[in-house]
T-cell receptor
Framework: QKEVEQNSGPLSVPEGAIASLNCTYS??????FFWYRQYSGKSPELIMF????GDKEDGRFTAQLNKASQYVSLLIRDSQPSDSATYLC??????????FGDGTTLTVKP | GAVVSQHPSRVICKSGTSVKIECRSL??????MFWYRQFPKKSLMLMAT?????????EQGVEKDKFLINHASLTLSTLTVTSAHPEDSSFYIC?????????????FGDGTRLSIL
């Protein structure tokens, strides 16, 4: 079992729709959770982080964390073609290890 | 804030050459730096983790003598690919995490595209 699992996709949504990206993790004691966006040929960039259960909103992005179920999700409202990218979920385990998922590729169609 | 500069952005060189890549945190002190490589359309692969003033911790399967990492200061880490060969061609990306907390995010450099002829 991978420490951080994501559906590889591709996930395709029409412009203006809500894109929902999900991530599950295996270490129940994990403390910190991050979402990165990586455009093709570029390095990852941090878009959201969340430490506590519940929702955290930043503009069109909402991160949701449920520690009991060991999943973290990212919602992108009013999706735009420029949101087309690979989204990486990252977790810091209780032991302080940083682990990335393999990423979900999102395509937003005009 | 939290800017990481990686240099050079692209290197093309002959087989057998050693290549040094620099990673600098510009506006924060990076207590921990990470080095990744990534092949086209593949996942990030962690190569090693380094803490300032300590030897790097390499992931399984990564050759320490091939990929030399030096984290000499709180703002600079270098990766040297020694005697590079075509199979070392890849996208190398560094990241840095600052502060005393081990819970914070990693901030990535722009990456170095290495091509060995």
């Amino acid at each position: 079992q991978k420490e951080v699992e994501q559906n590889s996709g591709p996930l395709s949504v029409p412009e203006g729709a809500i894109a929902s990206l999900n991530c599950t993790y295996s270490d129940r004691g994990s403390q910190s959770f991050f979402w990165y966006r990586q455009y093709s040929g570029k390095s990852p960039e941090l878009i959201m982080f969340i430490y506590s259960n519940g929702d955290k909103e930043d503009g069109r992005f909402t991160a949701q964390l449920n520690k009991a179920s060991q999943y973290v999700s990212l919602l992108i409202r009013d999706s735009q073609p420029s949101d087309s990218a690979t989204y990486l979920c990252a977790v810091i385990t209780n032991a302080g290890k940083s682990t990335f998922g393999d990423g979900t590729t999102l395509t937003v169609k005009p | 804030g939290a800017v990481v500069s990686q240099h050079p952005s692209r290197v093309i060189c002959k087989s057998g050459t050693s290549v040094k890549i620099e990673c600098r945190s510009l506006d924060f002190q990076a207590t921990t730096m990470f080095w990744y490589r990534q092949f086209p359309k593949k996942s990030l692969m962690l190569m090693a983790t380094s803490n300032e003033g300590s030897k790097a911790t390499y992931e399984q399967g990564v050759e320490k003598d091939k990929f030399l990492i030096n984290h000499a200061s709180l703002t600079l880490s270098t990766l040297t690919v020694t005697s590079a060969h075509p199979e070392d061609s890849s996208f190398y990306i560094c990241s840095a995490r600052g502060g005393d907390s081990q819970r914070g995010p990693q901030h990535f450099g722009d990456g170095t595209r290495l091509s060995i002829l």
